[in-house]
T-cell receptor, first 110, second 113 residues
């Protein structure tokens, strides 16, 4: 089983809608989680960290459920500029690098 | 945005060639990374350097040879590559090796013919 799994999509969503996607992880030793965003032909950039208590940044809400080993990202009032690939990322305790999921491709349609 | 730069941006090389990829970070970070991104696959961590010392080699074939002369520069030396090595090679840096946020360079698009 892959360490971090995501539905690749694409998710086609009308502008203004709310969209949510999940990510599951298999390694219980994973300590920290993040959502990165990658635009077409660009490098990944950190969108937000994910905390067990849940955290919100503007229209974006991230949640971590350690018992079920999944992470979620909710985007409210979606904008055309939200179209991108969203990468679920974990870091194992004691490990230096990050473990990336394949990404979920989101397309916001006008 | 010039926090992490990579050169060249595109590279085409034959299987018998030797080439090097260069990464430079201007952020004062102490950890640097090489990742490989292939189509339909997740980013794969290749190498990690912390304060110029290699701390992780993720079972990468010896035809890829990293070099980190100082905390700001990272190289990836390539020799006798295979066509399946064609991919986007991304360099990243973070304040420390436990840093949550990694800043990525734009990548080098490598094609092996």
């Amino acid at each position: 089983r892959k360490e971090v799994e995501q539905d690749p999509g694409p998710f086609n969503v009308p502008e203004g809608a709310t969209v949510a996607f999940n990510c599951t992880y298999s390694n219980s030793a994973s300590q920290s989680f993040f959502w990165y965003r990658q635009d077409c032909r660009k490098e990944p950039k950190l969108l937000m960290s994910v905390y067990s208590s849940g955290n919100e940044d503007g229209r974006f809400t991230a949640q971590l459920n350690r018992a079920s080993q999944y992470i979620s990202l909710l985007i409210r009032d979606s904008k055309l500029s939200d179209s991108a690939t969203y990468l679920c990322v974990g870091r194992r305790r004691g490990a230096d690098g990050l473990t990336f999921g394949k990404g979920t491709h989101l397309i916001i349609q006008p | 945005e010039t926090g992490v730069t990579q050169t060249p941006r595109h590279l085409v090389m034959g299987m018998t060639n030797k080439k090097s990829l260069k990464c430079e970070q201007h952020l004062g970070h102490n950890a640097m990374y090489w990742y490989k991104q292939s189509a339909k696959k997740p980013l794969e961590l290749m190498f990690v350097y912390n304060f110029k010392e290699q701390t992780e080699n993720n079972s990468v074939p010896s035809r890829f040879s990293p070099e980190c002369p100082n905390s700001s520069h990272l190289f990836l030396h390539l020799h006798t590559l295979q066509p399946e090595d064609s991919a986007l090679y991304l360099c990243a840096s973070s304040r420390s090796f436990t840093g949550a946020e990694q800043y990525f360079g734009p990548g080098t698009r490598l094609t092996v013919t």
